[in-house]
T-cell receptor
Framework: ETGVTQTPRHLVMGMTNKKSLKCEQH?????MYWYKQSAKKPLELMFV???????ENNSVPSRFSPECPNSSHLFLHLHTLQPEDSALYLC???????????FGSGTRLTVV | EDKVVQSPLSLVVHEGDTVTLNCSYE??????LLWYKQEKKAPTFLFML????IEKKSGRLSSILDKKELFSILNITATQTGDSAVYLC???????????FGAGTILRVKS
């Protein structure tokens, strides 16, 4: 275990469903991130939170909605997704700028 | 916009071989370059490099940065099947608050 826990590990959802991904860290990190990883593509940054405040939204479609209720928890709410949204969604955290990330194991999302 | 290009995209070697993975980058105001290993899902940290010419080493893995030519290499000597993974390179600049990743190199070590 890395110290960053993501649930669920796998998720299959229909295009009309609503679901949420959860990320939790108790490493005392102040920054949390959502990345999307598709086959043979670079990790795509989606959202950045620093001290619970969203500091970056990387032109992500509104069908993805992040929530950060405190510095230890990060959610990604999903609704009316498309098949091309199928990917591995990785959460990461770090102490701050200039430090490396600690990643969670990811949620493998399949949209049918 | 920051950019990271890794080569080769994939590589198959035999146990005992030495491999060199490449990472070139374009960054407005370079802060650091990082290497990660991704075996199943969670990428795990290998190295962070900030200064040119200083080799970082961990067992059979080593890495070096060239800030003039804007690239880094990751060397793995005496490869083992457990080295099979995707190796990710990422950069951070002083202006941002995020890592920008390359597409990765898929390494497969055959026994």
């Amino acid at each position: 275990e890395t110290g960053v826990t993501q649930t669920p590990r796998h998720l299959v959802m229909g295009m009309t469903n609503k679901k949420s991904l959860k990320c939790e860290q108790h490493l005392g990190h102040n920054a949390m991130y959502w990345y999307k990883q598709s086959a043979k593509k670079p990790l795509e940054l989606m959202f950045v939170y620093n001290f619970k405040e969203q500091t970056e939204n990387n032109s992500v479609p509104s069908r993805f909605s992040p929530e950060c209720p405190n510095s230890s928890h990060l959610f990604l709410h999903l609704h009316t997704l498309q098949p091309e949204d199928s990917a591995l969604y990785l959460c990461a955290s770090r102490t701050g700028v200039g430090y490396g990330y600690t990643f969670g194991s990811g949620t493998r999302l399949t949209v049918v | 916009e920051d950019k990271v290009v890794q080569s080769p995209l994939s590589l198959v070697v035999h146990e005992g071989d030495t491999v060199t993975l490449n990472c070139s980058y374009e960054v407005t105001n370079f802060r650091s370059l990082l290497w990660y290993k991704q075996e199943k899902k969670a990428p795990t940290f290998l190295f962070m490099l900030t200064s040119s010419g200083i080799e970082k080493k961990s067992g059979r893995l080593s890495s070096i940065l060239d800030k003039k030519e804007l690239f880094s290499i990751l060397n793995i000597t005496a490869t083992q099947t457990g080295d099979s993974a995707v190796y990710l390179c990422a950069v951070e600049d002083y202006g941002g608050n995020k890592l920008v990743f390359g597409a990765g190199t898929i390494l497969r070590v055959k026994s």
